[in-house]
């Protein structure tokens, strides 16, 4: 099994040349907060990896792009299409990867978490179970079909909501913090996961050994894009930042 650190040997899928996500002069606010002004990106790459410090707009990010908040000016596009329109226009189009798990699981069992996944197709719900199952058994899980997501681990319900987006297999993949709860093993089967993604997949971790290797990584810091390129390069570039300020305080401490 790879450690967390082994990039699989997987190639990236082709994606189309026009950008998939595209995201115009966007503005976002919470009450008095801004969170992002003016916000531009096109997103198109297969593997795109979002760093930056808790409360640079990672999260928020996401949930643009995800429909779940709107810009109060500027546009989000998905495929074409508005975000906030995008559950309604092509439910299944966009999976998202919460944090925290408990969030995001409605079901009492795994296989019924995971059939929800199915019901974008309009697939009959006792066939969306057997099919869980059958998805399950594939990935050597058949024991968890009937497990209460109660009993299971913090990492163990992270691992249900990726599975869960594996089998809906939306076009687009964001997953927000998706190793922060796993243990080495499933930080590596994640990593593997990913890579053999047919999708669009895009990450924002702290762990950047994850995303080093992406051929682009986006550094957010207080809302606006700090660094945008390959993900060897902007990685070292937020790690020799966070480095100065940590001694920067340290002096201060004197």
């Known amino acids: ?19 998939s996500i595209q995201i115009r002069d ?27 410090d808790n409360g640079a707009g990672k999260s928020s990010l996401f949930r643009m792009l995800c429909g779940l908040d709107a810009p109060q000016r500027g546009s989000v ?13 092509r439910p299944g ?24 996944g199915l019901s974008p197709s309009g697939m009959p719900r006792r066939q969306a179970i057997n099919q869980a199952r059958a998805f399950l058994a594939s990935r050597k899980l058949a024991d968890w079909s009937e497990r209460a997501i109660g009993a299971l681990s913090q ?33 590596a089967l994640l990593a593997m ?13 702290h762990l950047l050994e994850h995303v080093r290797h992406f051929e682009r990584v986006i550094w957010l810091d207080r809302g606006q894009v700090r660094a945008d390129g390959p993900g060897e390069a902007v990685c070292a570039a937020y790690q020799a930042d966070v480095a100065a300020r940590i001694a920067a305080q340290a002096l201060s401490y004197q």
Not at 26 to 47: H, K, V, W, Y
Not at 156 to 180: K, N, T
Not at 194 to 205: E, G
């Open 193 to 205: 996961d990913i890579a053999q993604a047919s999708q669009q997949v895009i990450v924002s971790t």
């Open 93 to 116: 189009l966009v999976g998202m990867m919460f944090q925290n798990p408990d969030e995001q699981i409605i079901f009492p069992t795994v296989a019924e978490e995971l059939a929800l």
């Open 26 to 52: 966007a503005c976002l606010q919470r009450g008095a907060n801004t969170i992002f002004s003016d916000l531009t990106l096109e997103l198109s790459e297969p593997r795109i990896g979002l760093i930056g």
């Open 1 to 19: 099994m790879p450690t967390p650190n082994h990039t699989p040997a997987v190639a990236s899928p082709a994606l189309p040349a026009a950008a």
């Open 155 to 187: 990492g163990q319900r992270q691992h249900v909501c990726w599975l869960a987006l594996m089998i809906a297999s939306p076009a687009l993949l964001l997953l927000d913090e998706p190793f922060a709860s796993l243990d080495q093993p499933g930080q």
């Open 77 to 89: 596009t998905v495929h074409g299409l508005e975000a906030r329109t995008v559950s309604s226009k």
